[in-house]
């Protein structure tokens, strides 16, 4: 019979990982969905926010890291906003991308990790992201010429929502600096 | 003739949605005895009173009909409301046509209509023939007996002499406390219970007002609110108590040692020997079934030891007649049998204990003096698991309700389990959790941050010994998982369920329990400490699982209650009871029989049965039984009963 108990025991130290690079505490996690219930991806992920909360507490380090969950999170932190015990799933999510790539592990959303390049790329030019640079750049990196996005893209556009012209922060010396420390730290 | 008025509420539109309540009103005013009918949105406001005392008043009404809600709710205010007019209250009647027309008819309101009709028009031929009646007055015996002296009785006590009444204070085992004084610490605030329970006892123990009967039971319970009559059964402690100094010799010499009820099996105690450690009253008893001289007559010891020659072998049970006002059912609780909980190993596997064995665990007095060991082989448990809902929210195969307290408990176990050994690692099954009370869902959610609890969400289906540890099998419902824990020790919350014998003594007192054996109030939410049974009251886990806050709350509840009703002079009894037409009664003595409340007797002198009015409930058993129609109920008699049919069926 398959366990997630192999020991006979709850392995603990992915929980234990996780608490430390992510600062969250998961243990106060009672299991209300209000992070899921308002996730904009949480449809298109094969695990949901509570269950990734949950499956770190239980110590499935695989089926967490390997999972698409972790890489379609936006960050846009309405679960952190939300969460009635302070946990922000988008600063774990992001700890778990980190320890994903560091196992070596790919990212089960194709090209997912190209448009994360991309975007940070972005933001490191000019301290913002600039939408059209941006995609530009992962469609050179991902030959992906996203036909599907290709309507709303022209619809966003005519919006006026896309800036040809990127448009940069006035401390770009910071930035730079909070790059080099970060890659430094790494 | 008297002169009689109706009365018609609305009710909002509860009635008069359904009823056509002026056409009611305008047809009544056509019969020639009534003087008075009319309609008004609510009768029973202050409005709607001045009505009725106007009317009653200004058309000098003789008998007056509110057709209006259930008597339960209003038959009180509408009886006063002509009480204040000078119309006796017995001369005013409810026509119920709300619970019994207008709710029930909603669909068809001719039909509707017309029923409350007929129900007013039955009840005014009651009203016609309705005597004027007066309350009876009964004498009150201003004492309270409590049963039990757990922190329910204790509370209970403690406040009725406080309020300045005797108590008489029944304890079934040597020593007050009961499972208060078992318990470790409690939650939320981790408070040590046993000193707690030990200040309120030795309270009653001291108190002069207080008449403290341990190893003692109820045997006899007869009589009627204020004016009880009890015997008392002490048992045979074999010690003398005004002679025995506590100064333990006897229980240090007495040879024979058993396994302890009170330390839930985990420790011994002697034949001769007080109920726990440091007891209040500290005074040993010999439990005769264990004890040689009672089995054989082979050992003098205790006796010999004795300094103070209190042992007493040849003590018999004494017997005691009391006499009260009320009574305090507060009999408490026993946990879930182990015997029956075969899937959780209990019973079979050593290191499966339950919540209050792994209390006694805790416990600075208990048989491991506070320090968590494997009772297998005392070797400190790494991986602990609690399970949570044994035997409780189970209706198919054990006790359907919820046990209140194992939440909390549990949480508070696993806390104090955590401080002891932080290296280990507890997992807590559970199916909800419920922390509805003060400070509770905060005390919970600061127990899983700082001390590690891992919850798992689902029941478990086996525990099982394996190579020298508990194996529990489950699932994590929140991820699906199959879920094996290899345990050291295993702490079952089980069920709570009502303390043996209580069946036995609601029977004696009259008390009604449910089908759980738990005593039943008077109603849930507005008499929630009273019995159905008048005079009977209760507090604590005998009425339904609950905590000690609760618990105290009730009991003192109880007692503001009970004070309540011995402040009067005299009670007042509805004088709605049977009586007998002497000329007719044969004295055949059935409805002595019959009688549910023992109010009925025979006057051997002049051979006829007569009604104790004290005793009486106007429940009619006699009146159905005599064979000759002597009996009759007071405003209830069988001609008024046939007209009131005549009414509906003409």
Redesign the interface.
């Given at each position: 019979?398959?366990?997630?108990?192999g020991?006979?025991?709850?392995n603990?130290s992915f929980l234990e990982e996780v608490r430390k690079r992510s600062g969250e505490?998961l243990?106060?996690c009672?299991?209300c969905l209000k992070c899921t219930a308002g996730c904009p991806t949480a449809p298109y992920m094969d695990i949901r926010p509570n269950?990734v909360v949950?499956?770190i507490?239980?110590g499935?380090k695989k089926e967490v890291l390997e999972s698409s969950a972790i890489w379609l999170c936006v960050y846009c932190q309405t679960c952190g906003t939300r969460c009635p015990?302070e946990i922000h799933i988008g600063i774990l999510m992001d700890a778990l991308r980190e320890m994903a790539m560091e196992e070596g592990i790919p990212a089960k959303e194709k090209n997912i990790h190209l448009f994360h390049e991309a975007f940070i790329q972005s933001v490191r030019r000019g301290g913002r992201a600039h939408e059209v640079t941006m995609l530009m750049d992962y469609v050179l990196r991902s030959k992906d010429m996203m036909a599907d996005s290709l309507i709303p893209g022209v619809k966003l556009f005519l919006k006026g929502k896309f800036p040809l012209f990127p448009s940069f922060v006035k401390g770009k010396q910071e930035i730079k600096r909070i790059f080099e420390k970060c890659s430094k730290e790494k | 003739m008297r002169k009689l008025g109706v009365f018609i509420c609305h009710c909002g539109v509860n009635i008069a949605g359904t009823v056509d309540v002026k056409s009611v009103a305008e047809k009544m005013a056509g019969t020639e005895d009534i003087a008075h009918s009319t309609d008004y949105i609510y009768m029973c406001s202050e409005p709607g009173q001045q009505i009725i005392r106007e009317a009653v008043r200004e058309k000098k009404l003789g008998g007056v009909v509110v057709a209006c809600c259930s008597p339960n709710m209003h038959e009180n205010t509408f009886r006063k409301a002509v009480k204040s007019q000078g119309l006796n209250p017995y001369l005013c009647e409810i026509a119920n046509i709300r619970e019994q027309c207008s709710w029930v008819h909603q669909k068809d309101k001719g039909e509707a209509t017309r029923k409350a009709e007929e129900i007013i028009r039955a009840t005014l031929e009651k009203v016609r023939r309705n005597e004027s009646l007066e309350a009876i007055a009964v004498a009150i015996d201003r004492k309270v007996l409590v049963v039990g002296g757990g922190i329910a009785g204790i509370t209970a006590s403690l406040d009725l002499v406080e309020g300045g009444y005797k108590v008489i204070l029944l304890e079934r085992e040597s020593a007050l406390g009961g499972h208060m004084a078992q318990l470790s610490r409690t939650f939320p605030d981790f408070d040590p219970a046993f000193s707690g329970i030990l200040s309120k006892a030795s309270e009653v123990e001291k108190h002069p007002r207080i008449d403290l009967h341990c190893y003692s039971e109820l045997e006899e319970a007869k009589g009627y609110v204020g004016n009880f009559e009890l015997v008392i059964r002490k048992k045979a402690t074999s010690v003398d108590g005004r002679k025995c100094t506590g100064c333990g010799l006897c229980v240090e010499n007495c040879p024979v040692e058993y396994i302890s009820e009170f330390e839930r099996g985990m420790g011994l105690r002697k034949a001769m020997d007080t109920y726990y450690a440091s007891s209040i009253p500290n005074k040993p008893a010999i439990d005769r079934e264990h004890c040689r001289y009672f089995s054989d007559g082979s050992c003098h010891r205790c006796e010999e030891v004795c300094p103070e020659k209190a042992v007493d072998l040849k003590q018999e049970d004494g017997r005691i007649e009391e006499k009260v006002g009320a009574i305090v059912v507060a009999t408490g609780y026993d946990l879930y049998p182990k015997e029956q909980l075969g899937e959780y190993g209990y019973g079979q596997i050593p290191d499966v204990i339950d919540g209050l064995a792994f209390e006694r665990m805790l416990s600075p007095s208990g048989p491991t003096k506070g320090k968590i060991l494997r009772p297998s082989d005392g070797k400190v448990p790494k991986e602990m698991v609690f399970i949570q809902c044994v035997a409780s929210r189970d209706p198919d195969r054990y006790m359907p309700y919820c046990s209140r307290v194992c939440c909390m408990y549990t949480a508070k176990h696993a806390a104090i389990y955590k401080e002891q050994v932080p290296d280990g690692q507890p997992y807590i099954f559970y199916m909800d959790i419920r922390s509805d009370c003060k400070g509770y869902e905060e005390f919970l959610q600061k127990t899983v941050e700082e001390k590690g609890l891992l919850y798992l969400r689902g029941r478990v289906s086996r525990v099982f010994q394996d190579d020298g540890r508990v194996r529990v099998l489950g699932v994590d419902t929140l991820t699906g998982k199959m879920v094996e824990v290899a345990a050291d020790m295993v702490v079952l919350a089980t069920a709570m369920v009502p303390s043996r014998g209580v069946k036995d003594l609601a029977a004696k007192l009259r008390a009604t329990v449910d089908r759980h054996g738990f005593l039943t109030e008077a109603h849930i939410k507005l008499y929630p400490v009273e019995s159905s049974t008048k005079g009977i009251y209760l507090a604590g886990c005998g009425q339904s699982p609950k905590d000690i806050s609760d618990t105290v709350s009730q009991a003192s509840a109880t007692a503001s209650k009970i004070q309540a009703l011995l402040s009067a002079d005299k009670l007042l009894q509805d004088p709605l009871i049977a009586f007998v037409d002497e000329g007719i009664c044969s004295g055949c003595g059935i409805c002595v029989e019959i009688c549910p409340y023992e109010a009925r007797e025979m006057e051997s002198r002049r051979g006829v049965s007569i009604v104790h009015s004290a005793l009486c409930q106007g429940c009619g058993a006699c009146i159905a039984s005599c064979p000759n129609n002597a009996c009759e109920l007071r405003n209830g008699s069988s001609g008024q009963v046939l007209r009131m049919v005549d009414t509906f069926v003409a």
């Open positions: 019979m398959e366990t997630v108990t020991a006979g025991k709850v603990f505490n243990g106060l009672y299991q269950n949950r499956m507490q239980m499935m015990n | -």
